[in-house]
């Protein structure tokens, strides 16, 4: 959750800032992916959330967690976090889907969180890595490879670019996806300029200054005040700030700069589901469209927040959970699965 990339992410048109650029065009990618097995876990460190699992998807190993309510599960929730966060924005959400009776999952995309992303030979098209297109195909390989988890569908909650990849997923798996949650979702427009990414001279000078802005808890303070529209309490900086730290993350951050882009839309009109779009009105890191992402979405409930920032989730835990929760109610059963 970067403050560069984060307050220009919305915009269509290209970046001036070269470090702004580069916190845009990181957030999100990943590759086709197949089968998956345990992966082994990053250097344990205090940081890293209790409970933590990994699972090897075609290369990248994925950082998740894995929650079953004491009887039989309302339905199976997966939570996706925006560009620069990890599973700890859904601190507040995932208990209470939990407690609700729901299976909840929450899982980091890489190169973000705890999740470490492949070695370029791994991917066999490589070309797609830093699509969020791309990054939807692969967390579908990874909820089929869960162990423990059964058949049925798939209710996707998506925060910012979150938002983005789970409206991928809802269109390429139909009948897998029984409901659809964006919160401040970056859906709308193009992400990235791949001839900027791929600039010899821009990855040098990032390749020497990225780390001292990663490593600068002021910065990552600055940048997270505003997505929340307040000053952040230090524990909400360290939450962010420490996987950014993390072995290897400066070296994945770098080399996804070259293909984190995407200019087509998620095909809206294929995604026949129940969706519900919650929004701040002050949101300063993508600007609200709320209404016109409702009017492309065949069946959405729109709930603006007034005077809300971009973390909902983060700012207004109660209301979210209170809205996400009534929302799913009236879904009732499961629709069948695939």
Known sequence: MLRAILGSMPRSRPISRPIRFFLLCLASSCLISCAGSPAA??????????????????????????????????????LIHGFGASTDCWRFLAPALLEAGYEVVEVDWPPFGWSMAPRRGTDPDYSLIGRPEATARLLWSFLDAIPGSGPGPWIVVGHSMGGRIGAWMASQRPAST???????PATLGTIGAPALGASPLFRSALKRNLGRYLSDPAFVASSLARAYGRKPRPEETRAYQ??????????????????????????????????????????????????????????STYIPYPGGGHVLMETEEGKVSADVLAFLAAQGEPKAGP
Do not use: M
């Not at 029984?178 to 401040?184: D, E, G, N, Q, S």
């Open 41 to 78: 876990a990053p250097t344990q460190s205090a940081e890293i959330p209790p409970g933590s699992l990994w699972l090897e998807v075609d290369g990248a190993s994925l950082h998740y967690s894995h929650g079953l309510p004491g009887g039989l599960a309302r339905a199976r929730v997966l």
């Open 178 to 184: 029984r409901a659809l949650v964006l919160i401040a």
């Open 242 to 299: 420490a996987p950014l730290l993390r072995p290897g993350a400066q070296a994945e951050l770098l080399s996804w700069t070259v293909t984190a882009s995407e200019r087509k839309e998620p095909p809206f009109a294929a995604i026949d589901c129940p969706c519900l779009i919650l929004w701040g009105t002050r949101d300063r890191i993508v600007k609200n469209q709320g209404s016109r992402l409702a009017g492309l979405l065949p069946s």
